[in-house]
Every structure is written in structure tokens, then in C-alpha cells.
């Protein structure tokens, strides 16, 4: 019913910039929120950012500072902007939303998640 599609991922030095896109599409009635988890190896996923329809975001301590979350609400679009990358930000990174299709329920939904690596 709805599908979140990342993009964005890849390799990068330290110090280097990612960008992270995640597209929700399907019959959305209503985007309460998205935002970006991350798992890396050994460790419980973890909250990265969120932000809300209205704009107003949160982060992780970890990445506050160097990380910025932005969407686009015409096009159901939430974006990771990352900059000064560090090996500890490897990980799976993984889109989601929470959000209704029909009506006042919500519901939250995944991404297939994307492969960030952060080395040397």
C-alpha cells in the first residue's frame, strides 16, 4: 500500500558528505512525520532524525551538528543531508514514515534500508 524508496547510499571517506532521498509513495491521506534509523553491525537501530509536517525536527545527539533533515511535503520527500562523516556513522540507514492512508490512523512504514560506509 505504501512503499518508501531510498537512494543515496554509498561510500565515503571520513570527513566526506552523503545525501540521503527517501520517497514515500502509495494512497497517502496524511504524513504525521518521517525520518531516518540507522543499525550498524552489533548494535539496536537507533533513531537518527525526524521531522514533522510542519518542519520541526529532531536528531541524535551523535549526529547533531553535522547532520540536517529536510523534505519536500508536495512530493511525500524526506531528505539526510551528511556532512562530516565518521566511521562510527556506518550503518544501514533506514527511511521511515509514520503516517495514515485512509482516515485518521496512522501507521508506520519502512524502507528496505541503505548501505552507508564510512572508512578509509
Known amino acids: 500500500q505504501v512503499q518508501l524508496v531510498e537512494s543515496g547510499g554509498g561510500l565515503v571517506q571520513p570527513g566526506g558528505s552523503l545525501r540521503l532521498s527517501c520517497a514515500a509513495s502509495g494512497n497517502i491521506f496524511s504524513i504525521y512525520y518521517m525520518g531516518w534509523y540507522r543499525q550498524a553491525p552489533g548494535k539496536q537501530r537507533e533513531l537518527v532524525a525526524t521531522?514533522?509536517?510542519?518542519?520541526?525536527?529532531n536528531y541524535a545527539d551523535s549526529v547533531k551538528g553535522r547532520f540536517t533533515i529536510s523534505r519536500d511535503n508536495a512530493k511525500n520527500t524526506v531528505f539526510l543531508q551528511m556532512n562530516s562523516l565518521k566511521p562510527e556513522d556506518t550503518a544501514v540507514y533506514y527511511c521511515?514514515?509514520?503516517?495514515?492512508?485512509?482516515?485518521?490512523?496512522?501507521?508506520?512504514?519502512w524502507g528496505q534500508g541503505t548501505q552507508v560506509t564510512v572508512s578509509s
Open positions: 521511515n514514515a509514520f503516517l495514515s492512508i485512509a482516515g485518521p490512523a496512522r501507521n508506520n512504514y
Open positions: 521531522i514533522n509536517s510542519g518542519g520541526s525536527t
